[in-house]
């Protein structure tokens, strides 16, 4: 919600921010791999978005704790992303949708420097980074961000979002 609030305070023109969750965690990117159950779940949920003159005019990513436990799909992690981001702006007809994603915030996995290395290196038009390394994470978990954390990332990405341009 503050990555809405804070795009609503500096653009009041665009009205209503409606964000799309698609969540589900856990996963790996291959799980997001084009054709797949969470894939097609997202593009469902995307068209739905867009009925009635809704637009979607960014997607925000953040994903790849699953991948940073493992050597091979850490190595593969930037193909596969890239991937996913080339498939979704294909197939919402979009090809520089703006996408902001998140690099790692959490060091769980044993190949999480391979994975945000990735992430960060994603060199395609209209895709930034974000870093989260450094924000809080919960006591109990040390992999999920503490609310007040939740809430800077919110605002970190609205900010990343409105460099790319609305």
């Avoid at 960060?120 to 007040?148: F, I, Q, R, W, Y």
Wanted: hydrophobic share 45%.
């Amino acid at each position: 919600m503050s990555f809405a609030y804070l795009v609503l305070e500096r653009y009041p023109c665009l009205g209503v921010i409606g964000l799309v969750p698609c969540a589900f965690g856990g996963t790996n990117i291959t799980r997001w791999k084009r054709g797949s159950e969470l894939y097609n779940r997202l593009l469902t949920r995307a068209y739905a978005a867009l009925q009635d003159g809704g637009k979607i005019r960014a997607v925000l990513w953040y994903q790849g704790e699953s991948d940073s436990a493992d050597e091979t799909r850490a190595k593969m992690y930037k193909m596969r992303l890239i991937e996913f981001f080339l498939d979704i702006r294909r197939d919402l007809a979009s090809p520089a949708l703006p996408i902001v994603q998140v690099a790692l915030a959490s060091d769980v996995g044993s190949y999480f420097e391979v994975v945000r290395e990735a992430q960060l290196g994603t060199e395609l038009p209209n895709v930034v980074c974000v870093d989260a390394m450094g924000l809080e994470v919960k006591e109990n978990d040390t992999l999920h961000l503490a609310t007040s954390a939740q809430v800077q990332l919110g605002k970190m990405l609205a900010n990343a979002f409105l460099r790319i341009g609305i």
